[in-house]
């Protein structure tokens, strides 16, 4: 099992920056490949980005590509999630998840093995 916990979301103003982290426990996640999802008020939760287990591979969704920067620390079992160039329609609880199976593309939620709680996002105009 391993169990996920996001961190570092917070309020942002349009044009800003925030960087998210997801610290695992329970067993390495270094043969995993990790995501992020998020879910903004009223609308259905959405894939955001994925990156493969060596840290070589990279998917993201179209609304983020150029903003937002997915990434890997192995030995620290932490991935990131560094957002720029922050938009009020980015406001949105983030969710990090991880999974042994599914190739790099766009995933679903109910896909993927591990999930977080989540961790808010506001940004502000």
């Known amino acids: 099992q391993v169990q996920l916990v996001e961190s570092g979301g917070g309020l942002a103003q349009a044009g800003g920056s925030l960087r998210l982290s997801c610290a695992a426990s329970?067993?390495?996640?270094?043969?995993?490949?990790l995501g992020w999802f998020r879910q903004a008020p009223g609308k259905e939760r959405e894939f955001v980005a994925a990156?493969?287990?060596?840290?070589?591979?990279?998917y993201y969704t179209d609304s983020v590509k150029g903003r937002f920067t997915i990434s890997r620390d192995d030995p620290k079992n932490t991935m990131y999630l560094q957002m720029t160039r922050l938009k009020p329609e980015d406001t949105a609880v983030y969710y990090c998840?991880?999974?042994?199976?599914?190739?790099?593309?766009?995933?679903?939620?109910?896909?993927?093995?591990?999930r977080g709680q989540g961790t808010q996002v506001t940004v502000s105009s």
């Open positions: 998840v991880a999974d042994g199976r599914l190739p790099l593309r766009r995933w679903e939620w109910t896909e993927c093995d591990y």
């Open positions: 990156i493969n287990w060596s840290g070589g591979s990279i």
């Open positions: 329970g067993r390495t996640f270094r043969n995993l490949a």
